[in-house]
């Protein structure tokens, strides 16, 4: 396992990447609150209260964050989360277009950067770092957590230069497509 990487941004700023710890839980609970309206409409794994977080992370080795820290700072300023295998609201869909998610083998991947830290390649390198941990968990296939909304021109873009494919679209406030990525 990669416990962290050093990454220079395309304006020059250090990132360390690195996955959430426990130590991590107050600046993770002021970097969700520092999200814009915007940001938040589009990035929606959990809550974004203390308490949701908490108990997201507290029991299993489900759930695995990922964040990338200011080295100036300290401060996180990016955050992306995995679920080891899929989740049970997005099975159904999937099936409909004949995927057959597999818990040993599929994980379930959302995204997101501080708004001032967009654009930036943050969210490249993070993903990146991901990809490179989980595929030393076996991991074959990466779907995304509730699918993105097909307006979030940002998100598709960044799902396309992954090479991640639409599989179906779905209605939820508003059009949405699903995507999946083969990482194997
Ligand atoms: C999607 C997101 C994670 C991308 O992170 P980022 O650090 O800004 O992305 P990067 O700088 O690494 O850019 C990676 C690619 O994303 C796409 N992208 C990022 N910002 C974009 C923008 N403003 N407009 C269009 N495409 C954009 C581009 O394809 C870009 O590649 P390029 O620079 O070679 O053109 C970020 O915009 C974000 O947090 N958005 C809000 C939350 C969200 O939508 N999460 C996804 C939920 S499904």
Not at 71 to 90: E, F, M, N, P, R
Not at 99 to 126: K, M, Y
């Amino acid at each position: 396992m990669t416990l962290a990487m050093i990454f220079k941004t395309n304006n020059e700023k250090q990132v360390r990447l690195c996955r959430l710890t426990l130590a991590d839980n107050e600046e993770l609970f002021d970097y969700l609150q520092l999200l814009s309206a915007e940001t938040k409409k589009r990035f929606g794994p959990h809550s974004f209260d203390k308490q949701s977080v908490i108990d997201l992370y507290k029991n299993s080795g489900e759930y695995i964050g990922y964040v990338a820290h200011d080295i100036l700072t300290g401060k996180i300023i990016a955050y992306s989360i995995i679920k080891i295998g899929y989740l049970q609201h997005d099975c159904i869909r999937l099936q409909s277009y004949g995927i057959h998610p597999n818990n040993d083998t599929d994980c379930t991947f959302a995204p997101s950067v501080a708004d001032e830290w967009q654009r930036l390649g943050i969210g490249n390198a993070l993903f990146q770092f991901v990809i490179s941990e989980i595929k030393t968990l076996r991991i074959e296939r990466i779907i995304l957590w509730g699918g993105v909304q097909a307006d979030n021109d940002k998100a598709v873009n960044y799902y396309n230069k992954k090479g991640f494919k639409i599989v179906g679209q779905f209605e939820y406030n508003g059009p949405n497509y699903d995507m999946v990525l083969d990482i194997m």
